[in-house]
């Protein structure tokens, strides 16, 4: 039985071994599970810290990365056979599809269905133990690295930038940072920012450079130190502030040096904030959050995650929100440039929320891209929405929905779905993606 699927003679895994496919096979079916993901052993294919809870989700875009590598391309139909390993993947794990649905849309027999499922398993698996692989030899290939070398773990650890708020950053490390401050009898202050300061950063990356740039002033001992998110031009900053002597000791050099390689890795910088024979502090400096901002609104929290993914990757500040009256909070809040809308949402369903924006007048000229099983692009132009797009909706889709709305349009509103193949080259993204650092 292959996730609901029977399987009386699975075609051999050939120089895959069984148990890895099945390890696969397990991730894909807890793929929007973090909590199960965290904890699965293919967390080893992401690096060395695969036990981290920051992990779940990396694993899980590498499996979503791994299925979008088996694409046979935009030029296949889905008719094609070509199509139908990659396809039974996508609809099955991606997008939840039941096994009953999957077979309806390929117009397939469940014996059918079975081995092209088969296939595609496969095909994952041997991309992702070549992965594996590489990763064994990687020691004997690059032995002029020590392990533990900072350099190393970073590259290792892979860069995944997102929207951040730096608030909630220092929200997270002031549980540890107070621990160690109250034992070198230092008080640790946070000075409120009156409302959140985004950046574009990773994570993973931010939350330890922070910590060891709290460490390393801590173990200077100050009276006091305290932790700021400013924006400034052009940067996003968080300023630990703690003035005292310039401290000489070598472990605070080498903590500053990593604190710099950990901001550089990511695009930003370390600074010194010094007067003359002191040092008030330092100063992390972060990128701005770049891209066109979109708002997604659905009650569906897989659909939300799959789109995200298809969206952050171009480079787009995504925001979700599942149902009306959280998405106009958002809107309030941080005034998209686009909105991508479900209609069948209880309560206030799509077409009610859109009738709601098109009223107010500060958000009317919001573009608004309608996704729904429904087929009703006319009635979402008459109420107002700049393009239509039928679920399910694959990557190339969205983008050119959203190229559509976000450029110049002198001739008016024309659907999503009326847009010829060509449109939806990959090579011009509509958001920028974030510049390399």
């Not at 500053?256 to 502090?281: D, I, K, R």
């Not at 107010?360 to 700049?386: F, T």
């Amino acid at each position: 039985m292959i996730d609901g699927i029977p399987d009386d003679s699975p075609e051999p895994a050939g120089e895959v071994p069984e148990d890895f496919v099945s390890l696969v096979r397990d991730a894909l079916a807890h793929l929007y599970d973090l909590a199960h993901l965290q904890r699965h052993p293919l967390t080893r294919l992401i690096g060395p810290n695969g036990a981290a809870s920051d992990n779940a989700k990396s694993l899980r875009n590498l499996l979503l990365d791994t299925l979008e590598r088996l694409n046979p391309g935009d030029g296949v139909s889905r008719n094609d056979k070509e199509w139908r390993a990659y396809g039974i993947l996508m609809r099955r794990y991606v997008d939840g599809f039941g096994i009953d649905e999957v077979g309806d849309e390929l117009h397939i027999s469940l014996r059918q269905l079975q081995r092209e499922h088969r296939k595609g398993l496969l095909a994952a698996a041997s991309v992702l133990w070549d992965r594996q692989r590489s990763i064994r030899a990687e020691p004997a290939t690059l032995p002029q690295l020590e392990e533990g070398d900072l350099h190393l773990e970073v590259e290792r650890l892979g860069l995944i930038l997102a929207r951040l708020d730096l608030c909630a950053l220092v929200t997270s490390v002031l549980a540890t940072a107070q621990a160690l401050a109250e034992g070198r009898g230092v008080r640790l202050e946070v000075e409120p920012a009156g409302g959140p300061v985004w950046a574009w950063a990773d994570y993973t990356l931010a939350k330890q450079a922070l910590l060891a740039a709290l460490s390393g002033l801590i173990g200077e001992r100050p009276a006091a130190l305290s932790i700021l998110a400013t924006d400034a031009p052009g940067d996003a900053c968080l300023e630990l502030r703690a003035e005292m002597p310039c401290p000489e000791a070598q472990e605070y050099r080498e903590r500053l040096a990593a604190v710099t390689e950990l901001m550089q890795a990511q695009g930003g910088q370390a600074e010194p904030l010094a007067l003359p024979g002191l040092l008030s502090g330092l100063r992390l400096r972060f990128r701005r959050e770049r891209g066109t901002r979109l708002l997604l609104v659905d009650d569906n929290e897989r659909v939300l995650q799959l789109f995200e993914r298809y969206l952050t990757a171009e480079g787009f500040l995504v925001s979700s929100a599942g149902g009306a009256e959280e998405a106009l909070a958002a809107i309030a809040e941080e005034r998209p440039e686009a909105i991508v809308l479900d209609v069948m949402m209880r309560n206030v369903d799509g077409w009610q929320f859109l009738q709601r924006l098109r009223a107010n007048p500060e958000l009317q000229d919001v573009p608004v891209v309608v996704c729904s099983v429904l087929n009703e692009p006319d009635l979402a132009l008459a109420l107002g929405a700049q393009g239509y797009l039928k679920k399910p909706v694959s990557h190339s889709q969205m983008l050119t929905a959203l190229r559509q709305v976000l450029a110049p349009r002198p001739y008016g509103n024309v659907a999503a779905e009326q847009v010829p193949p060509s449109a939806s080259d990959e090579s011009s993204p509509v958001g920028p993606r974030p510049a390399a650092p």
